[in-house]
């Protein structure tokens, strides 16, 4: 059975960083599109990024590329997601989502179906 944990959230103040865990256990490939999405109340569901583990090929919103990075360690079957100079419009839960074996993140990593297994999220709250 697949499993997603997401930790790391937490309140920083507007230009501060946070570091995001992943883990998701219950298989063992390592080529598959894994991903970040995030959702502030009252608002839809984002992607912020997504990595195809099997390249390390990474793909970002435009409203975080140059601030946020996504990286895994495989050996721990891990992905991070490193926020710099974070902002308050930042703010939401963020999830870690990973989808089946073999399935790539081209042209589908934003859509929330493309990802069958979710974590629980982790509160991010960014004050100006």
């Known amino acids: 059975q697949v499993k997603v944990v997401e930790s790391g959230g937490g309140s920083v103040q507007a230009g501060g960083s946070l570091r995001l865990r992943c883990v998701a256990s219950?298989?063992?490939?390592?080529?598959?599109?894994m991903a970040w999405f995030r959702q502030a109340p009252g608002k839809e569901r984002e992607a912020v990024t997504a990595?195809?583990?099997?390249?390390?090929?990474?793909t970002y919103a435009d409203s975080v590329k140059g601030r946020f990075t996504i990286s895994r360690d495989n050996a721990k079957n891990t992905v991070y997601l490193q926020m710099n100079n974070l902002k308050s419009e930042d703010s939401g839960i963020y999830y870690c989502a990973t989808a089946n074996e073999g399935v790539r993140c081209a042209g589908s990593w934003n859509w929330p179906s493309h990802f069958p297994y979710w974590g629980q999220g982790t509160q991010v709250a960014v004050s100006s």
């Open positions: 990595m195809y583990t099997g390249t390390r090929s990474t």
């Open positions: 219950g298989y063992t490939y390592d080529s598959n599109c």
